[in-house]
């Protein structure tokens, strides 16, 4: 039974590159949160999505971030013209219902040179 | 709105000797309350969670927690520490009313560091 699956573990982007960031939640979990944490913090909401609907952004910034958890296939939060503060851990949870606590990726660390 | 404080940055403690970990919350509804521990360049791990019943929960590598809901706290605790048991552990509260969205509010964390 595979845990939630993150890729790139590492990315390194560019200042006003795009990046793509990719969880794969536990099979048969329903809800998939991302969260941000920047170094010697902790982790920042970000967005709540369940299949094709976004939930809950309110932790999303409201310029270049968005995010979609498709019918089929991984959900992705996608970050364009990525900018030096950008930089931080990504992390990928999902969870079969609100009873239950989640389950973490191992995370995405973006680095903006 | 909800709310989590840990108020230490750092926890140092010898190693065999108890720990405490210290939580509090604040959430509209009734409290779902969890902890987790990261280690370093690593996810979040799930440790153990409150949601109803016994007010002592037990978890994973030996920790337990103590949901009291006058002081509206969760404190995380250990009474043997052992050297790999230093990592940062995070607090977490979510609504546990139908309907509220269930994202986690985690606290900023404490570093726990248990020494020879």
């Known amino acids: 039974n595979a845990g939630v699956m993150q890729n790139p573990r590492h990315l390194v982007r560019r200042r006003g590159q795009e990046a793509r960031l990719r969880c794969s939640p536990v099979?048969?979990?329903?809800?998939v949160y991302w969260y941000r944490q920047l170094p010697e913090e902790g982790l920042k909401f970000m967005v709540y999505l369940q299949k094709e609907n976004i939930i809950d952004e309110s932790g999303m910034p409201k310029e270049r971030f968005s995010a979609e958890f498709p019918k089929e296939g991984p959900s992705i939060l996608r970050i364009q013209q990525v900018v030096r503060g950008d930089s931080a851990a990504y992390f990928c949870?999902?969870?079969?219902?609100?009873?239950?606590?989640?389950?973490f990726g191992s995370g995405t660390r973006l680095t903006v040179v | 709105a909800q709310s989590v404080a840990q108020p230490e940055d750092q926890v140092n403690v010898a190693e065999g000797n108890p720990l405490t970990v210290k939580c509090t919350y604040s959430?509209?509804?009734?409290?779902?309350l969890f902890w987790y521990v990261q280690y370093p360049n690593r996810g979040l791990q799930f440790l153990l969670k409150y949601i109803t019943g016994d007010n002592l929960v037990k978890g994973s590598y030996g920790f337990e927690a103590e949901f009291n809901k006058s002081q509206t706290s969760f404190h995380l605790k250990k009474p043997s520490a052992l050297v790999s048991d230093s990592a940062l552990y995070f607090c977490?509260?979510?609504?546990?009313?139908?309907?509220?969205?269930?994202?986690?509010?985690f606290g900023t964390g404490t570093r726990l560091q248990v020494m020879l």
């Open positions: 949870a999902s969870s079969p219902s609100i009873e239950y606590g989640y389950t």
């Open positions: 099979k048969g979990h329903s809800h």
């Open positions: 959430v509209s509804g009734n409290p779902y």
């Open positions: 977490a509260v979510r609504d546990g009313r139908t309907g509220t969205a269930s994202k986690l509010t």
